[in-house]
C-alpha cells in the first residue's frame, strides 16, 4: 500500500523559511520521480517541483532561486526547501509519486502572511 505523508507547513511571515518533509512507504523510493504540487484557494492544483531517480530536478518558475527540492533514499523522504517565502506561495502543498496511477498526501498547510 503506497502511502504519503508530509508535514512540515505553518504559517511563516514574506521573507521567512520553511521545509517541508514527506515520507513514503510502499514504493521503491528510490527507482521514483518524486513531487511536489501546491493548490491555493480557488486555483487548480500545480506543480512546485520534481526531483527523477538519478536527482534531475525541475521548478515551476515562480520558485526557481527560492525552493530546493531533494531527496533522501535511505530515509524515503522528500523534503521542499522553501526561502524568501512569499505571500502568493500560500496554498495546501502536497507530495506525489506515480505507481501506475497519481498518488497523493493529505497535503500541509503553508501560510506566508505578516
Known amino acids: 500500500q503506497v502511502q504519503l505523508v508530509e508535514s512540515g507547513g505553518g504559517l511563516v511571515q514574506p521573507g521567512g523559511s520553511l521545509t517541508l518533509s514527506c515520507v513514503t512507504s510502499?514504493?521503491?523510493?528510490?527507482?521514483?520521480?518524486l513531487g511536489w504540487y501546491r493548490q491555493a484557494p480557488g486555483e487548480q492544483r500545480a506543480m512546485v517541483a520534481t526531483i527523477h531517480s538519478h536527482g534531475y530536478t525541475n521548478y515551476t518558475q515562480s520558485v526557481k532561486g527560492r525552493f530546493t527540492i531533494s531527496r533522501d533514499n535511505a530515509k524515503n523522504t522528500v523534503y521542499l526547501q522553501m526561502n524568501n517565502l512569499k505571500v502568493e506561495d500560500t496554498a495546501v502543498y502536497f507530495c506525489?509519486?506515480?505507481?501506475?496511477?497519481?498518488?497523493w498526501g493529505q497535503g500541509t498547510q503553508v501560510t506566508v502572511s505578516s
Open positions: 506525489h509519486v506515480y505507481v501506475f496511477r497519481d498518488y
Open positions: 510502499g514504493v521503491i523510493f528510490r527507482a521514483l520521480t
